[in-house]
T-cell receptor
Framework: KNEVEQSPQNLTAQEGEFITINCSYS?????LHWLQQHPGGGIVSLFM???GKKKHGRLIATINIQEKHSSLHITASHPRDSAVYIC???????????FGTGTSLTVIP | GAGVSQSPSNKVTEKGKDVELRCDPI?????LYWYRQSLGQGLEFLIY????????KSGLPSDRFSAERTGGSVSTLTIQRTQQEDSAVYLC??????????????FGPGTRLTVT
């Protein structure tokens, strides 16, 4: 049973394209996180949100609590955006974090 | 300032041996998490420390795994009698006060454990 589902699993885009990665979850949450993991590199937290929408540069994250769904958008994608993007949720009944299996994004110049 | 550091960065051990992995969180961060990322799989929650409270060990996969956090700072994850399925990258993350609130987590670079 996967508490967090992401789609797509893999995504290839041309530089400049608008990208959307989706995340659905089945548990009650206190917050949802979007993480970025570069090949061979560490993990960086992009967003933490519990409602609405957040924007940072070319990245936008939205969450719909009623539908238990979040999206991560990348505008004007660039090859340096190539990474694995991971959705994670913190359970509202404890300290458990549940992770999606990640979306591997490749942006081609 | 300094981020989360972990040591060693790589560890190769023989099956059956014990290993200790270390995490130095960001100074002032009271919440500390251990995660595991197996090859081709997603991140898996292992254990959570918050201040002086009893740790949440609900994610530990077996009693061969244990962790402690001394003085509310440095944490050590110990795996006893290692098995090949323990091979993974072990990640540590820290954040400010947690409790019922969720704060941004800062991840360490991880320790890649290989059990031969």
């Amino acid at each position: 049973k996967n508490e967090v589902e992401q789609s797509p699993q893999n995504l290839t885009a041309q530089e400049g394209e608008f990208i959307t990665i989706n995340c659905s979850y089945s548990v009650g949450i206190s917050a949802l996180h979007w993480l970025q993991q570069h090949p061979g590199g560490g993990i960086v937290s992009l967003f933490m949100l519990s409602s609405g929408k957040k924007k940072h540069g070319r990245l936008i994250a939205t969450i719909n609590i009623q539908e238990k769904h979040s999206s991560l958008h990348i505008t004007a994608s660039h090859p340096r955006d190539s990474a694995v993007y991971i959705c994670a949720v913190r359970s509202n009944t404890g300290n458990q974090f549940y992770f999606g299996t990640g979306t591997s994004l490749t942006v081609i110049p | 300032g300094a981020g989360v550091s972990q040591s060693p960065s790589n560890k190769v051990t023989e099956k059956g041996k014990d290993v200790e992995l270390r995490c130095d969180p960001i100074s002032g961060h009271t919440a500390l998490y251990w995660y595991r990322q197996s090859l081709g799989q997603g991140l898996e929650f292992l254990i959570y420390f918050q201040g002086n409270s009893a740790p949440d060990k609900s994610g530990l996969p077996s009693d061969r795994f244990s962790a402690e956090r001394t003085g509310g700072s440095v944490s050590t994850l110990t795996i006893q009698r290692t098995q090949q399925e323990d091979s993974a990258v072990y990640l540590c993350a820290s954040s400010l006060l947690s409790g019922t609130s969720s704060y941004e987590q800062y991840f360490g670079p991880g320790t890649r454990l290989t059990v031969t």
